[in-house]
């Protein structure tokens, strides 16, 4: 009885370390993919010269440990033993607040004005933006700088007990705010806008694992972007409304989620409840007819990935 056991035993223990080989030719767990951006290594070809020169064999070990069964599933319970246990930020570039809300460093950075650019420089240019706005208005032509709010300006009160939260008064934020006020530049400083706001809101102006702002507050950016150049510009765009929406409850929408995606986690965070109102366009298409040039990043995406304002008020030409 005991032989048979231990054999029992023995081969359990082979097929457990032999599994994630088998699985990977015959797949019979399926496996989630890991997100985020990655080079594969190239196969190495075998070859007498390599393989006495030591060069197959240096270059194997690390593409067989990049391609080994259930890479992925290993790498996500890692991480999450990491997330779960020490609190540690498993994605470059990301830190765990209060709460395990994340963030990005960089905001951070933008907030408390290590990365500041100075007033000089802040001056020179928002002089810039205004000849570009002045030169575009003689031809006609509305020019709009749009100050995108960065998480941690909003929700610093989620920050680590070991950082410092406070503001400071020469951000770039800050200094370029003020520069656009003084020299006549077309501005929204959503960093101040959303900041006002947020405790008279019922629902988050962030999600609690992202970086971008979310559905909602992409609609209440919207409702002061293109009513504003609408007035500076003497242009009637199209009409939009908006109407009850829904709570999404971890049902996430583009960038709900973008920093917990990337630290690769095998069980979902605890997230806060989002919610998307729902946003209706006039069906009369007769205003569509003025082009507009973007300049923008991440955060300009959202104004067509969770509503598609820009492709609904303007041209394809655009």
């Given at each position: 009885?005991?032989?048979?056991?231990?054999?029992?035993?023995?081969?359990?223990?082979?097929?457990?370390?032999?599994?994630?080989?088998?699985?990977?030719?015959?797949?019979?767990?399926?496996?989630?993919?890991?997100?985020?951006?990655?080079?594969?290594?190239?196969?190495?070809?075998?070859?007498?010269?390599?393989?006495?020169?030591?060069?197959?064999?240096?270059?194997?070990?690390?593409?067989?440990?990049?391609?080994?069964?259930?890479?992925?599933?290993?790498?996500?319970?890692?991480?999450?033993?990491?997330?779960?246990?020490?609190?540690?930020?498993?994605?470059?570039?990301?830190?765990?607040?209060?709460?395990?809300?994340?963030?990005?460093?960089?905001?951070?950075?933008?907030?408390?004005?290590?990365?500041?650019?100075?007033?000089k420089k802040a001056q020179e240019q928002v002089g810039k933006m205004k000849y570009i706005q002045d030169r575009?208005?003689?031809?006609?032509?509305?020019?709009?700088?749009?100050?995108?709010?960065?998480?941690?300006?909003?929700?610093?009160?989620?920050?680590?007990?070991?950082?410092?939260?406070?503001?400071?008064?020469?951000?770039?934020?800050?200094?370029?705010?003020?520069?656009?006020?003084?020299?006549?530049?077309?501005?929204?400083?959503?960093?101040?806008?959303?900041?006002?706001?947020?405790?008279?809101?019922?629902?988050?102006?962030?999600?609690?694992?992202?970086?971008?702002?979310?559905?909602?507050?992409?609609?209440?950016?919207?409702?002061?972007?293109?009513?504003?150049?609408?007035?500076?510009?003497?242009?009637?765009?199209?009409?939009?409304?908006?109407?009850?929406?829904?709570?999404?409850?971890?049902?996430?929408?583009?960038?709900?989620?973008?920093?917990?995606?990337?630290?690769?986690?095998?069980?979902?965070?605890?997230?806060?409840?989002?919610?998307?109102?729902?946003?209706?366009?006039?069906?009369?298409?007769?205003?569509?007819?003025?082009?507009?040039?973007?300049?923008?990043?991440?955060?300009?995406?959202?104004?067509?990935?969770?509503?598609?304002y820009f492709n609904n008020l303007f041209t394809d030409e655009s």
């Amino acid at each position: 009885m005991k032989k048979t056991l231990s054999v029992i035993l023995l081969a359990v223990f082979f097929l457990v370390i032999a599994f994630p080989a088998i699985n990977k030719e015959l797949k019979l767990v399926r496996v989630n993919e890991l997100d985020g951006a990655f080079y594969p290594l190239p196969e190495p070809v075998l070859t007498l010269d390599s393989w006495f020169s030591g060069e197959f064999q240096k270059a194997y070990s690390p593409w067989l440990e990049e391609n080994i069964g259930l890479r992925p599933f290993f790498i996500r319970v890692f991480n999450q033993f990491r997330y779960s246990i020490y609190r540690e930020a498993t994605a470059h570039g990301c830190m765990i607040g209060r709460e395990r809300v994340l963030y990005h460093t960089g905001y951070y950075e933008a907030y408390t004005g290590s990365n500041s650019i100075g007033r000089k420089k802040a001056q020179e240019q928002v002089g810039k933006m205004k000849y570009i706005q002045d030169r575009l208005e003689e031809k006609g032509i509305s020019f709009l700088y749009v100050m995108a709010p960065g998480k941690v300006s909003v929700y610093n009160d989620y920050l680590p007990a070991y950082l410092d939260a406070e503001a400071c008064d020469t951000s770039n934020n800050k200094l370029v705010a003020r520069e656009c006020l003084e020299q006549g530049v077309h501005h929204i400083d959503f960093a101040t806008y959303f900041k006002s706001m947020k405790d008279t809101i019922a629902y988050p102006l962030f999600p609690k694992g992202g970086v971008h702002w979310s559905g909602y507050g992409t609609s209440l950016a919207a409702d002061s972007i293109f009513p504003y150049l609408e007035e500076i510009s003497g242009k009637d765009l199209r009409n939009f409304s908006v109407h009850p929406g829904y709570e999404a409850n971890g049902k996430y929408v583009w960038t709900d989620n973008d920093i917990e995606k990337s630290f690769n986690l095998l069980f979902p965070m605890q997230s806060w409840t989002l919610y998307n109102p729902e946003v209706r366009f006039e069906e009369d298409t007769s205003k569509v007819s003025d082009r507009i040039l973007l300049v923008g990043d991440s955060f300009t995406q959202s104004l067509f990935f969770f509503y598609d304002y820009f492709n609904n008020l303007f041209t394809d030409e655009s």
